[in-house]
């Protein structure tokens, strides 16, 4: 029991000498408490941009500080409070204000510029912005204040940081960026070589074209277009024409686009012939073929009616006249041939060799002969003989007839044929100078046939020439 009371007492006693100390600590003045650091208010270049060799002043505002340094010159500047500081910066110089106590910093910063002396590309431009691949276009420059110009694009630096030019050949569309350096900064300026890439020669009114005897190509114009792979019209390449069959000739041999990528000739009819094709092409990119045709009347294997020739495939009739108003399979047995009709819009009418006998027009398939009829007018051969002539102007012409004959169809008609010409023709009997009605043409010396169909089809052409196409058509 002794012992357990000496222990408790003990135990307090302990307690009250721990706790003492603990009071005495509360009873006493609070703790120092941390200080604020350094505030800058103000720091300020005068003037902010300068030239080189000129000086501008610092001035700061600080609260707070024990110290104040100034940066990149590394010096402590007095008073620590509030100053100034003149500075002679050989290039743009970012400073930098440090203001120290013993509770932590501040830092503010002001720049001085040199913009006056940084250089200055006032020239870079391209002598042609769009060129054709493989060709080449000058790039020139002008600068200012300089020590060197970079230009990218494997050009490097140039000899003449002043002013200059070089060569560049671009082999597609390029950016090129020149750097102009000096002590000071530098300048940049981007310039964009457009390059044109041929890749198709292009036709916007199509492969035929019609025009005058002794003119030009009336409709439609003559207009062409050279084209990139994305079909945008080019500025750049030349367009080179020629004369592939024809005696006319062409207002130019070659033609640049102009503006808007439009380029535009004329074949003139300058000859005897009224018919010819003329090529448009870009050397090693692409070519295309035109035909062109003349209204005129011509005799012969190179025969020609209206716009239509002898041997025509029916893509070119329907090319240069469009859709007929019929087309007429020949009534009788082992006529193989169909009858193209224009004859109500246009006066003519194309006889078309039906080569497979199907009483159906194929494209490829060829004009064996011609019909121009009373709406034909206002087109004469070279001897001035035509539709609406007379009889007496045509043997002027062409002498007396191997066949004279009276068809009483009505309209009764008399009929010359001239087998040397190919020519058939029909005139009014109403005297006392018949006028012509109807002409035929074929071929007076048609080519060999090659197999018995085509012999016998070739061996008919010139039988229904003493029917008229009028009676044919009942």
Known sequence: MMISLERHFWFGISRLALFVPLLLVGCGDDPV?????????RFTATPGDIMPTDSSLLEYTVTGADSVKLQPEGIKLTPPSTGSHWVKPSR???YSLLGYNKNGRDSAAAAVTMSGAVPNITLL???SDTVLIGDSTALLWRVVRADSIVINNGLGKMADADSGGVFVKPSITTNYRAIAYNQIGNDTAFETARVEIPYAVNAPFGAYYKGVMGGGIQTPEFRFRVLDQAGTALRKPWLYFDIIQGDGTLTADSVRPDANGSIVNDYQFTGQLGHGIVRAMVPGIDTVFLTVRASVIRFGADGQGQYVKLYDAYTDVFGLNGQPVSIDPDPRPGYKLNYVDYENTLGVVA???DLDDDNVVQNTEPVVSMILTTLFT???TPEGVGIGSSIHAVRAAYGQPDNFFFDPTDPPAWGMEYDSLGALFYASTTPPDSA??????TDPTPPAPTSPPVKAALGLTRAPYSERWTTLRR
Do not use: C, Q, S
């Not at 941390?34 to 208010?41: E, L, S």
């Not at 012509?436 to 043409?441: G, K, M, P, V, Y």
């Open 125 to 127: 431009d391209l002598e």
């Open 33 to 41: 408490k941390p200080g604020n650091p350094p505030n800058i208010t």
């Open 378 to 380: 206002g087109v004469t």
């Open 351 to 353: 006889v078309v060799f």
């Open 92 to 94: 743009p110089t970012l």
């Open 436 to 441: 012509i009605i109807e002409l035929h043409l």
